[in-house]
């Protein structure tokens, strides 16, 4: 019986067997070093070409071999959106481990969506870092398909959607942010809260809000439906969807913003409507960031430990490059805090109908009088109404 191979792959699709970049060659109708140039990202290659062996690596689960897949000393950072202080603490955290292992970090926006373009798929093929980590954002098959066949591993942070069990990730606990931040006004007496969701495509939004309804449940308060709204965690979208809350005759004593962005805007909405925060209004975010700490009236919100969950995430896609995946947990949650600022209080008390009047106080002059009662004629005169 002849030896097998060397093994460059292992076939997870069609055949037990070991793999050859010659056999996937040959397949292709291509030369072996083509199919190296598309494994190194290289352009000079026709689309129609390269499409055939992404196809061909992908059916075969080719995966490099760690000894051959040298490494630039990078890691590859992607947002969906690059536009907010929360970025920023994403940045920091992945910055500081990339420091300290002496790498360098490239920053990705995929304009919105929540899946890179395939030109950047490409473009990291050819970097060759020694990992990608997502924010809020996913890869569809082919791009998992293709970082994997070149040994570049991946960690989603705060995953939009369900990312799958074999694809780690790096998350927070969502659903008891939401739980603490309702629980804390409900205990200052609120009955009436609303809520400014962030989208409902979002696994952590949803989470949230979940754990809003699940507070006012628990406490035997309905939930209703008219008090929450869908945003889209921007300022712009707390200030429009807090107007029409606060517009309401029935309008809530408290509100919770799906994070500190949206809990500006609703600031914003409040003031607009000459509502005094905490005395007419209560607002809670989530994320804590640093502006929560500089607003008047500062803002109590749930934190997320987000430098924190960046590092988590940068170091795990280091210890998956080192081959130490089987020795790491590839679904993490770090916890979230409640931190209570100065704008959360008590509701205002309503005015009480019936209650025994105070002597003291200035006479409606349109109400009867007892002719037998004494006059002060030092009294003021009251004023009219509407003047």
């Not at 070093?33 to 990202?41: C, Y």
């Not at 989603?156 to 694809?167: I, L, N, Q, S, T």
């Not at 430098?307 to 080192?322: D, K, Q, S």
Request: include cysteine; hydrophobic fraction near 45%; proline fraction near 8%.
């Amino acid at each position: 019986m002849t030896a097998p191979e060397p093994a460059e792959a292992q076939m997870t699709g069609r055949s037990s067997r070991t793999a050859t970049l010659a056999e996937i060659a040959r397949e292709a109708g291509v030369s072996a070093p083509t199919v190296s140039k598309v494994l190194n990202g290289r352009a000079d290659v026709a689309p129609a070409t390269r499409n055939r062996v992404e196809e061909l690596l992908r059916v075969h689960g080719y995966r490099r071999r760690r000894a051959e897949a040298s490494r630039s000393p990078l890691i590859d950072l992607v947002f969906h959106e690059l536009e907010s202080a929360w970025a920023m603490e994403v940045i920091r955290g992945v910055e500081n481990v990339a420091r300290d292992a002496g790498l360098s970090v490239v920053l990705s926006e995929s304009a919105g969506r929540l899946t890179p373009g395939r030109t950047w798929a490409d473009q990291v093929a050819a970097r060759r870092p020694h990992g990608v980590v997502l924010v809020l954002s996913g890869l569809d098959e082919s791009q998992r398909a293709l970082l994997t066949s070149r040994s570049i591993p991946f960690v989603v942070m705060d995953p939009a959607g369900d990312p799958g069990a074999d694809v780690p990730s790096i998350g927070a606990t969502n659903w008891q942010g939401g739980l603490a931040a309702t629980r804390h006004l409900i205990d200052l007496g609120h009955t009436r809260i609303g809520a400014i969701s962030g989208p409902a495509t979002m696994m952590c939004s949803r989470a949230r809000v979940d754990g809003y309804r699940a507070a006012l449940e628990t406490a035997g308060l309905p939930v209703d439906a008219g008090l929450i709204r869908a945003g889209d965690f921007h300022h712009d979208a707390g200030y429009r969807l807090g107007r029409e809350l606060l517009s309401r005759p029935d309008r809530p004593t408290a509100v919770f913003a799906g994070n500190d962005l949206q809990a500006l805007g609703l600031y914003e909405a409040a003031r607009e409507l000459g509502l005094r925060i905490p005395d007419d209004l209560s607002v809670v975010g989530f994320d804590d960031l640093p502006v929560a700490r500089w607003v008047g009236p500062p803002l109590t919100t749930v934190r997320q430990p987000l430098t924190e969950m960046a590092e988590a995430a940068a170091r795990l896609v280091l210890e998956l490059a080192r081959g130490e995946g089987a020795q790491v947990a590839t679904r993490v949650e770090l916890a979230t805090s409640l931190v209570v600022r100065s704008s959360t209080a008590a509701p205002a008390a309503p005015a009480a109908s019936g209650a025994p009047t105070d002597p003291a106080a200035p006479t409606d002059p349109a109400a009867p009088t007892d002719p037998a009662a004494p006059t002060d004629p030092a009294a003021p005169a009251a004023p009219v109404a509407g003047s």
